[in-house]
């Protein structure tokens, strides 16, 4: 039946259709997805909390995902898709590739909102295309242009597109771009989150890479979303000629706020043909507003990862933003806190000349470059973090502020200091200075309290409760190396449940959600 959506004219593409049990699709060779570019799906799809398995796909397609294309009323939520396998090739064309949806399109409606709620990814999804080529990649979608709430994305994703000028990579944990909303009310993005490997390999003009977005449009909040997995680059001997990389977004147009991200961001040296222009910022890659009127803010941010920004030309490097362009001085930073152990720009002489200095890279504490406007607005760094490139400092502007390293796990500072809102937003550790703040979404009467010899201990304030656990593990450099998965009705109290891992490697990143919508229910624990 879910095969015959759109095919069987008793399965509609504008139809409301609920699952009802969970699906194993690896019985489909290769599965055709639902909705392309002649004929969208339109219709509302619930999971009601189950999951599909098994997706395979392989081919050309320019939509590609569960759906191909969505537009205008469509909905889809409370859906898990785990062990997918998207393998996509071609050229000359525009692709839109992710997990759910390849490109969920504009909504126009004014009474009817777009929506993606409360749906994850787990497998792989790769896509290398030839010349003439544009890739919008997502684990969750490759172009979105509706609300989103409650998704995450454990899926590793690997783009490349060839050499050509004028086209672009646009990947996203989440989503390759967020489009500007068609209504008079933004988009709104929040409490998501991506622990999903990424990989952008980009020979063509331009790359925007981010561990929740890659290109944030303008009339979007991004709000209470995280990443914990690392936005880097290994170019080998070619480059292309721009590179836009965040922890959060490669590129915004709108507000990002309280946000984090746990992910290193950067590039390794290119051996041969650098980039031309490469900013990096632990949030935001780089900031710039496409009309005067807008007054945009990044606020209520943290990033614990470190930043390594690599040209043969331009090079920024910030600790939260990279870069924000100086048309409009109407972009603020506020209440920031970078905690990088490592902000870095260099210089890459063409050739393999190796890494010596230049009066273009530039490295800063909070921000790279651009804005000098913002002094009333203050933001805060790691004493002691490692400026290790070959770029100009811009120095310690005055609107930013020292603070020890024992301050980065404590709650009471980033309440009474930074006045975040512990309230409504933020928590941390009831035990003092063991953790970095987290959001209260995430814990909703659970906690994760370890994971030792293959079982995860855990404490519940429900009885009986339906949950799913994942745990992940991760190689020295971030690179995913297994997952488990399992369902537990845990008592309430401490218990321990069975979810032993082939290969638990350097770290292990364990998740917690409820089995009936999906919504995450517990902070990822780093062992």
């Not at 009309?291 to 470190?306: D, I």
């Not at 001085?329 to 506020?334: A, F, K, M």
């Not at 845990?490 to 638990?504: N, Y």
């Amino acid at each position: 039946q879910l095969a015959a959506i759109g095919i069987n004219s008793d399965y509609p593409l504008n139809g409301s259709y609920v699952l009802t049990a969970d699906l194993d699709l690896s019985g489909y060779e290769n599965w055709s997805p639902i909705g392309d570019g002649n004929d969208p799906f339109t219709g509302i799809f619930d999971g009601q909390g189950h999951v599909i398995s098994g997706l395979t796909y392989v081919g050309e397609d320019t939509y590609v995902g569960l759906f191909g294309r969505i537009n205008e009323r469509g909905q889809v939520k409370n859906l898990g898709l785990t062990d997918v396998s998207i393998t996509v090739t071609g050229g000359y064309d525009d692709y839109y590739v992710g997990g759910i949806v390849g490109r969920f399109e504009n909504c126009y409606m004014e009474t009817s909102r777009a929506e993606l709620r409360n749906c994850y990814v787990t497998g792989e999804i790769a896509v290398s295309l030839n010349y003439g080529s544009n890739l919008w990649l997502g684990g969750l979608a490759g172009e979105l242009a509706a609300d989103m709430s409650g998704c995450f994305n454990l899926a590793s994703l690997s783009g490349r597109i060839g050499s050509t000028y004028g086209k672009a990579l646009q990947m996203g944990g989440l989503a390759g771009r967020i489009q500007q909303s068609a209504s008079s009310n933004d988009y709104v993005i929040e409490k998501c989150f991506n622990s999903g490997e990424l990989t952008p390999d980009c020979l063509a003009s331009s790359l925007f890479a981010g561990g929740v977005v890659g290109y944030l449009d303008v009339d979007v909040t991004l709000r209470q979303c995280y990443n914990t997995a690392n936005v880097w680059l290994d170019p080998g001997y070619s480059c292309g000629r721009n590179a836009y990389l965040g922890g959060i977004a490669g590129f915004t147009a709108s507000d990002i706020q309280e946000c984090y991200n746990l992910g290193d961001v950067g590039s390794e040296a290119c051996n041969d043909s650098p980039y031309y222009e490469m900013v990096c910022g632990g949030i935001v890659g780089q900031f710039a507003l496409a009309n005067s009127e807008y007054s945009c803010f990044v606020e209520e941010c943290y990033n614990a990862g470190k930043v390594v920004a690599r040209s043969y030309g331009v090079a920024y490097a910030g600790g939260i933003l990279g870069n924000a362009e100086e048309n409009f001085r109407s972009v603020y930073l506020r209440n920031c806190v970078a905690l990088s152990p490592e902000i870095s720009a260099y210089y890459d002489e063409l050739g393999g000349g190796g890494s010596t200095g230049s009066s273009g890279p530039f490295e800063a504490n909070v921000l790279g470059n651009g804005m000098t406007s913002i002094s009333t607005y203050k933001n805060y760094y790691l004493s002691g973090y490692d400026s290790g490139g070959a770029g100009l400092p811009v120095g310690k502007p005055s609107y930013s502020t020292s603070i020890g390293e024992r301050y980065a796990t404590d709650g009471a500072w980033y309440e009474d200091t930074a006045k975040w809102d512990f309230d409504s937003v933020w928590t941390w550790s009831e035990e003092e200075n063991s953790s970095l703040p987290y959001f209260a979404w995430v814990t909703d009467g659970f906690q994760i309290l370890g994971y030792e010899d293959g079982e995860v201990e855990l404490f519940s304030r429900l009885n009986g409760e339906k949950l799913t656990l994942c745990a992940a593990s991760y190689d020295a450099d971030g690179r995913l190396l297994d997952t488990a998965m399992t369902a537990a009705a845990p008592e309430a109290g401490i218990s321990r449940v069975l979810l032993p891992l082939a290969q638990e490697g350097a770290e292990v990143r364990i998740f917690l959600w409820r089995s009936m919508n999906l919504k995450p229910a517990a902070r990822a624990l780093q062992q």
